[in-house]
């Protein structure tokens, strides 16, 4: 129907025509898809949410003498960070605790502090508070140094996520007689509640279920800015088990992201403490969809009740738990406060903003409208996914 090139000519002309995912769902409905496909060039999509393997690396403006961080120790606001690459390249994980107690005081199932929170300091522009103590050589013959960094006191500071945009995920539930603290929030004993985190149909991943669209050099909104597919997330799995509509039926595909700090936001960069569980990073992220051809157009279409999640167990045996005869649940379902599982409504409650999302999908939209975000086309496909032609 449309190559990427010629959706970037249309971006560069001012005649591009986009739509995010939500709004793509009510338009096949009134036009269907071969129409929907003809009259909209981009479909937009995004999602907010706790995305913990994410983090950032920067190169440090050496001092006079010089040091080398790597072999040594160093910390940022008393968050311990990674050096052991050469003598100014550090990396600190969202997840990253300080040595001493984190949690908050008066709340003692708070962490008050971590990585994340770091991160989003430095995005804002503030300053931490850097040391570090090493042994010395020749040719970096300093053994300490505490200063005060920002952003601008860095070579180069980026934001390198392993495994960002989960496909799908579960629907957490226990069943035990405790309460359990996880990274889906707290989870109340007796099926006190049912967690999920998910953007449902304006989710990037699941408007592309066969990753077509998608792959290493895809560019995409990040943070408030721009960054780039980089290669597979950990954990993906590029050949789930599907349903009839091709989406996964599991958590599935995952990828591993990459941007400028520079060109980022707090607004989109949150640290987030989850209760007795630790610190964690809630991220913006927006994946741009050329419509190439119409099973494009009709994969986008899908809507939250198209969509369903695994009911899982999260008190024993997890990650198995009892999958199988728990059943599934769809977005619409959750979305509206309560489900039924075993005869007993459930409160539902989601870790993700859809309204955030929504902010997210709609901001990719003006930036490509506006001509100052055009497409890239893959290098390679992710593994499973076959690239659709035009790209």
Not at 11 to 38: M, P
Request: charged fraction near 20%.
């Amino acid at each position: 129907m449309r190559s990427i090139e010629e959706i970037n000519a249309k971006i560069k002309a001012g005649k591009v025509v986009v739509a995010t995912a939500e709004e793509v769902v009510d338009l096949v409905k009134e036009k269907g898809v071969k129409e929907a496909a003809a009259q909209v060039d981009v479909v937009a999509t995004g999602t907010f949410g706790p995305m913990c393997s994410s983090g950032m690396y920067f190169n440090l403006k050496q001092p006079t003498p010089k040091i080398k961080c790597g072999g040594g120790t160093i910390t940022l606001d008393e968050v311990p960070a990674y050096a052991g690459w050469a003598a100014a390249d550090i990396c600190l994980g969202c997840t990253a605790l300080p040595d001493e107690d984190p949690r908050n005081a008066v709340y003692p199932g708070l962490f008050k502090f971590g990585g994340a929170h770091v991160i989003e300091k430095l995005v804002g522009g503030g300053k931490a508070k850097l040391s570090a103590k090493t042994y010395g050589t020749d040719c970096y013959p300093r053994k300490e140094l505490n200063m005060e960094v920002g952003l601008e006191d860095f070579n180069n500071a980026v934001l390198f996520n392993p495994r960002n945009a989960y496909q799908l995920y579960n629907v957490a539930i226990n069943m035990s007689d405790r309460t359990i603290y996880t990274y889906m929030g707290v989870i109340k004993p007796r099926l006190g509640n049912a967690n999920y985190s998910t953007a449902g149909e304006l989710s990037p991943l699941l408007n592309d279920p066969l990753l077509r669209t998608l792959g290493i050099g895809t560019r995409i909104f990040l943070g408030g800015g721009e960054g780039y597919v980089t290669w597979p997330g950990t954990q993906h799995v590029g050949k789930p088990k599907r349903d009839d509509k091709d989406l996964p039926m599991a958590p599935s595909a995952t990828v591993a992201v990459m941007g400028d700090l520079g060109g980022m936001v707090p607004k989109y960069l949150r640290a987030a403490s989850l209760t007795g569980y630790g610190v964690t990073l809630s991220v913006g992220f927006g994946m741009p969809i050329p419509v190439v051809d119409e099973t494009v157009m009709a994969y986008c279409a899908i809507s939250d009740e198209d969509i369903t999640y695994p009911i899982v167990e999260y008190s024993e045996n997890y990650p198995l738990g009892r999958l199988a005869d728990l059943g599934r649940v769809s977005m619409a379902e959750l979305m509206t406060g309560s489900i039924e599982i075993e005869g007993k409504k459930v409160p539902t409650g989601c870790l993700a903003s859809r309204a955030m999302g929504r902010e997210v999908a709609q901001e990719l939209k003006q930036s490509i409208i506006e001509g100052s975000f055009l497409l890239t086309k893959p290098v390679a496909p992710l593994p499973g996914a076959q690239l659709a032609e035009g790209l």
